[in-house]
């Protein structure tokens, strides 16, 4: 969800009012995600890289995940399933604080008993980091790695093949995100910052996943 800080500041605001925006306008793209019968989504809200930003902006963007999480009622009313992505939490250099922690996990139990869409939040994640922990994992149940196996190895590893990977604010670069999972997946980039991601991006997106799905 890149574009949160430029389009704060190209208007005179605060980058903290631009993340605010970005929250809101995720709960408005689940609400347009739901409507379009979309099984999964997964939205990078925070990245293992992300904790250097100055302290202020941190402490606001781990404040949203909580607001975000703590959706519950709307959540169930769409009959949304939440998951979350990251480090573990008993991970040494997991940086997740308890109040965000706790947030997580009622979301998780508050809704796991809806049937539609799952919604996954990307916290503290980090894709390598999330391949090297599976190797790891691997090493450890002295298997031999192939694809199958490390595929079992990742976070969530019933997480199905990514359909279409979405990079907002005309970045047109791969982050560290999905990269075993999106592998072979088609990109929809928009110049959009995340705040205006609109519901024509969303179709965009949707119709690229579908073009590259018939093949
Ligand atoms: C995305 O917006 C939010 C997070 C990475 C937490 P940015 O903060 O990256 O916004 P820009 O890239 O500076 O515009
Ligand atoms: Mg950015």
């Not at 399933?81 to 990251?86: D, E, L, M």
């Not at 894709?127 to 090493?139: D, L, M, P, W």
């Amino acid at each position: 969800m890149d574009g949160n800080g430029r389009w704060a500041q190209r208007r005179g605001l605060p980058r903290t009012e631009g993340h605010t925006a970005g929250e809101e306008n995720l709960a408005a793209i689940v609400r347009a995600s739901v409507a379009r019968g979309v099984d999964y989504l997964t939205v990078f809200g925070f990245s293992t890289e992300n904790w250097v930003r100055p302290r202020r902006e941190v402490r606001h963007i781990l404040g949203l995940h909580r607001k975000l999480f703590g959706r519950v009622s709307e959540l169930n009313d769409l009959n949304v399933r939440v998951q979350w992505i990251g480090r573990p939490f008993d991970d040494p250099a997991a940086r997740t604080p308890t109040y965000v922690q706790r947030a997580i996990q009622k979301a998780i139990s508050d809704t796991a008993q809806n049937t539609g869409m799952t919604l996954t939040v990307a916290f503290d994640y980090g894709s390598r980091t999330e391949i090297a922990h599976a190797a790891r994992r691997v090493v450890g149940q002295h298997k031999t790695p192939n694809v199958a196996v490390m595929s079992r190895a990742m976070y969530i590893p019933d997480m199905p093949h990514v359909d279409v990977l979405v990079r907002t604010s005309g970045e047109t670069r791969i982050s560290n995100f999905l990269l075993w999972q999106a592998a072979g997946s088609p990109s929809y980039f928009t110049n959009n910052p995340w705040p205006e991601f609109s519901e024509d991006d969303l179709d965009a997106a949707i119709a690229l996943a579908h073009k590259f799905r018939s093949r």
